[in-house]
């Protein structure tokens, strides 16, 4: 995926992932950081809505078929958005269970078959100097499942905590955890950003007090031109109970926000 700093060479064995979350403490530059990105979003929901119905429609449809193209040119995959079929599969629910993965799985990958977790191991690496480089591995495949339901239990998890409340920062620690599990031989990383934006978009809808089926908000078209600082971002977390990784998730976190800010930019431009 990109450069890293030599963590995570160790085979990952279950471990409750409740706990891991329930570690996760933001630090005052992310607290400042979300405050500035909250009170942006109030002004680019405000300044959507005095658009008719019709339009703010078409103009999220148009964003989605942009965020289809975007996030698979992350994974260096060049399509035209008609390749993907049955755009109902995704726009159909928010909901989120094992099966609905796997068919946004299915959606976003293009795929023709309804493909189950992986049962082989995986690892995410590159090339360096004519080698494999290593930068981690996912988690073993017969543990898929154990994580998958603390990863849907975590989900679903509608406590009055901060983090859980919050949709910048619930949606962008799902992302980093259904990259890091890793649940499919291919395609986690769409298959994360798209459940990243449905969680963003039933949370937006219950602050709100609105029925948007299409998220208001995509961050591929921003997370392409910054690919490597991206990838350093998630290389660098420790994805086990051992190591203290608050640092580098607050990395992540600000990472996500600064993606935000940018897509504001664009779309309010």
């Known amino acids: 995926m990109g450069p890293s700093n030599g963590v995570n060479l160790s085979k990952v064995s279950y471990f409750p992932l409740e706990e891991y979350f329930s570690k996760i403490k933001l630090n005052d530059t992310i607290l400042v950081h979300l405050d500035e990105t909250n009170r942006d979003f109030d002004k680019y929901i405000n300044q959507l809505k005095k658009f ?74 590159g090339i360096n100097n004519g080698k494999e480089e290593i930068f981690w591995y996912g988690v073993n495949p017969e543990e898929i499942n154990k994580f998958m339901n603390d990863f849907l239990k975590i989900y679903h998890n509608h406590s009055l905590s901060f983090i859980n409340q919050n949709p910048f920062i619930k949606g962008a620690l799902l992302h980093l955890l259904f990259v890091r599990i890793h649940h499919f031989s291919d395609g986690n990383g769409r298959t994360a950003r798209i459940i990243h934006t449905i969680k963003f978009t039933q949370m937006v809808n219950d602050i709100y ?15 392409l031109l910054n690919k490597i600082t991206y990838q350093k971002r998630i290389n660098n977390i420790y994805f086990d109970l051992e190591h203290d990784s608050n640092k580098e998730i607050n990395d992540f976190i600000d990472f996500i926000l600064d993606m935000t800010d940018e897509h504001f930019i664009w779309e309010i431009s």
Request: glycine share 0%.
């Open 209 to 223: 007090k609105c029925h948007l089926k299409i998220s208001p908000l995509h961050l591929s078209q921003s997370i």
């Open 52 to 125: 008719p119905p019709l339009t703010i429609l078409y103009f999220l449809i148009n964003s989605f078929s942009n965020e289809i193209i975007d996030t698979n040119l992350i994974e260096n995959h060049i399509i035209d958005p008609i390749e993907i079929n049955n755009y109902n599969i995704f726009i159909k629910s928010l909901s989120m269970n094992n099966k609905r993965i796997k068919e946004l799985h299915q959606f976003v990958t293009r795929d023709t078959n309804l493909n189950d977790y992986r049962t082989s191991e995986v690892r995410v690496s």
